[in-house]
């Protein structure tokens, strides 16, 4: 291992923790997680400030805790009567959803300087104050005119206004604004939008959701085995959350950077569908139109092999468009079956218009295949407001599940606990809604499982995941998967917080997975990727025999900053921090995993696991 200042304390202890985890001591496992726990505040493995979280990411004149602050140091913005004036003009004269625009400065009786700024809101704000990103003139020519370009405005139901404004020093601070433009959208409010597909575990049926601004006419999807011919159309529903659905702030506070309406989530399902058919649809209505047609395929009713995708942590970034053009091709080019995401999709952390730009950014591939998600901490936790909890999961205090080892932040999701993903996704009714769930897909078997819920022996999670693997019928699918948000093994350094969790993950669920023979554990969380051996009872057995554990926690958000170590075990097989996604196909006797990296779509790790013997 490679020593630093900055790794210093996370091998010491790992080492400490290592031995710890042989001798089984309940006064040191104390003591290990009060040392954890500093440690963990010491030491930082990424980090959800920088520029790259706010609207205009890099562009940005400010990190979104600024954003959130209100021009810190700078002062309010503010209309002064027989101020100059600035005239603004956009090119195009329309926005497409994800699109560009170029605003032109044209200044009348104003000189520009490199501190003035143009902000960029949509929908209803607080005043000037309020808006989602402001891009200063340094990187423009400050001339007359100027231009200032933003990007990836996705469609949020709105039209997006643009106000210049000036900064003065003297005598006190200025901000002064001194033109305003409005630039509509191409889309409507009853485009529809953000389509995606979920399995409900029956291969006659399928269900459609999307996105518009309107909840009538009713939401309808047309199908058929032609795409110049969709002869049925289905009907659905419509469904919304508001602000006060949330357990608490800052998700549930109405601004530009957190709660916005959702718009309307249409739910409509497909049934009497044959069994691995390949079938054509859109979705919308007549009066608001039509999305383009696309196809998915119904899912198996036999035991055949299957082809999927699964990875966590994604964000809306550049690397996690890769992913999500990589899961694209996947569908149209390698006959994908379904992705599995587990855990922390977006990292909306209450800032609602994400969960617009995530939608867009998975739609295409997430419209082709199941797209079958669970929860992430950044999802979920949080710590008031529990009567607003979807899961109805009831802890002790008025939060998520954090009993006293959690050594991992409890207000992750920043209150929306749940909230936005539970009306946005839909599952198989065998669980918890989108908490907890499982399917099977040809020879495969699935279970999305949360590690965000109390998964200790006894707790209704623990008792469903037990009758549900004593259930699995092996001949109709010999291969196991469970999924879940944290890892249980994991080599990763500046992670000591949640490898405390892991500790007690693996006491509660090893037992499980052994018995039951589960094949293989999906994680995420750490922004990395690694596979371990083979293990029972922690140890590595050979090929053929225990469980193999993968953290794909590499979909597009920052990546680890740490290596790796052996002092938190010997069971690492292959890892590295970098960006990509896991691809898995089974036959009868194998599943063949393959690490993909996003930079190119080469193949970083390959492994082929066998059944167990």
Same mark, same amino acid.
């Not at 104050?129 to 990187?139: E, G, Y």
């Not at 207000?411 to 539970?422: I, K, N």
């Given at each position: ?29 104390l003591?290990?997680v ?28 400010q ?98 206004v643009?106000?210049y404004?000036? !900064? /003065?020093? @003297?005598?006190?601070?200025?901000? $002064?604004?001194? =033109?305003?433009?409005? +630039?509509?959208?191409? &889309? ?10 979920s ?27 032609d ?34 309406d ?30 383009? !047609? /696309?196809? @998915?395929?119904?899912?198996?009713? $036999?035991?055949? =092999?299957?082809r999927? +995708?699964a990875y966590? &942590?994604?964000?809306?970034g ?25 855990g ?74 749940? !909230?936005?993903? @539970? ?8 669980g918890?809604?989108?908490?907890w ?5 040809g ?53 000591t ?8 993950m ?38 053929g ?22 002092a938190?075990g ?8 970098t ?35």
């Amino acid at each position: 291992c490679r020593f630093s200042v900055r790794h210093y304390f996370s091998l010491v202890f790992c080492s400490v923790f290592q031995r710890q985890t042989q001798t089984k001591s309940l006064s040191m496992t104390l003591l290990r997680v009060a040392l954890l726990s500093l440690v963990a505040a010491l030491v930082v493995a990424h980090d959800f400030t920088a520029k790259e979280r706010a609207f205009q990411r890099g562009n940005t004149r400010q990190t979104i805790e600024e954003l959130n602050a209100v021009l810190p140091n700078q002062g309010r913005i503010q209309r002064i009567k027989g101020a100059p004036s600035v005239t603004l003009t956009a090119d195009p004269g329309r926005i497409s959803d994800a699109g560009s625009v170029t605003i032109t400065a044209h200044f009348n009786n104003w000189s520009p300087t490199p501190d003035d700024f143009v902000t960029v809101s949509c929908g209803p704000t607080r005043g000037l104050d309020d808006f989602l990103d402001a891009v200063t003139l340094l990187d423009a020519a400050v001339s007359n005119p100027v231009q200032v370009n933003f990007t990836n405005l996705y469609y949020m139901r709105c039209d997006y206004v643009f106000v210049y404004v000036g !900064v /003065t020093y @003297f005598p006190n601070i200025n901000n $002064t604004a001194l =033109g305003q433009l409005t +630039v509509p959208s191409v &889309d409507t409010l009853g485009t529809p939008k953000q389509g995606h597909l979920s399995y409900l575990d029956d291969p006659t049926k399928m269900v459609v959701q999307y996105i518009s601004g309107l909840n009538s006419p009713v939401p309808s999807v047309r199908f058929g085995l032609d795409p110049a011919h969709l002869t049925t159309t289905v009907t659905g529903t419509s469904a919304t959350y508001k602000a006060s659905d949330m357990c608490h702030d800052p998700a549930n506070q109405t601004a530009q950077q957190w709660f916005r309406d959702p718009g309307f989530i249409h739910t409509v399902t497909l049934t009497g569908l044959k069994p691995d058919t390949r079938y054509y649809y859109q979705f919308g209505n007549a009066v608001s139109g039509w999305s383009e !047609v /696309t196809t @998915f395929r119904a899912g198996p009713s $036999t035991s055949r =092999g299957v082809r999927f +995708v699964a990875y966590g &942590d994604q964000d809306i970034g550049e690397a996690s468009h890769n992913t999500s053009r990589f899961v694209s091709y996947e569908a149209t080019q390698r006959d994908l079956d379904f992705v599995v995401h587990f855990g922390d999709l977006g990292y909306a952390l209450g800032t609602a218009w994400i969960w617009d730009a995530w939608g867009t950014v998975v739609a295409d591939g997430a419209s082709r295949v199941p797209y079958m998600v669970s929860v992430g901490n950044h999802e979920y936790d949080y710590t008031g407001g529990q009567k607003n909890d979807p899961s109805k999961e009831r802890e002790p205090g008025d939060g998520s599940f954090v009993p006293e080892w959690w050594a991992n932040g409890p207000t992750a999701s920043r209150g929306e606990c749940g !909230v936005p993903m @539970f009306y946005r996704f839909a599952a198989p009714s065998n669980g918890n809604s989108i908490f907890w769930y499982a399917f099977y897909y040809g020879n495969v078997f699935v279970v999305q499982f949360s590690s965000e819920h109390n998964f200790t022996r006894g707790s209704h999670q623990w008792n469903w995941l037990q009758q549900t693997l004593a259930r699995v019928d092996r001949v109709r699918a010999p291969w196991v998967i469970v999924t879940m948000h944290r890892p249980i093994y994991s080599t990763q350094m500046c992670e000591t917080g949640d490898y405390v969790i892991s500790l007690h993950m693996r006491r509660e669920l090893d037992p499980l997975f052994e018995q039951y023979n589960v094949n293989l554990v999906l994680v995420a969380h750490t922004h990395s990727y690694e596979r371990t051996c083979p293990l029972l009872g922690g140890e590595c057995v050979e090929d053929g025999r225990g469980v193999v554990h993968m953290t794909v926690g590499s979909a597009g958000a920052g990546l680890e900053t740490c290596g790796y170590s052996p002092a938190f075990g010997n069971f690492s097989r292959s890892h590295i921090n970098t960006w990509g996604y896991l691809r898995a196909e089974t036959t009868n006797d194998t599943i063949n995993l393959q690490f993909l990296l996003d930079v190119d779509g080469s193949i970083y790790d390959q492994y082929t696991l066998r059944r167990t013997k």
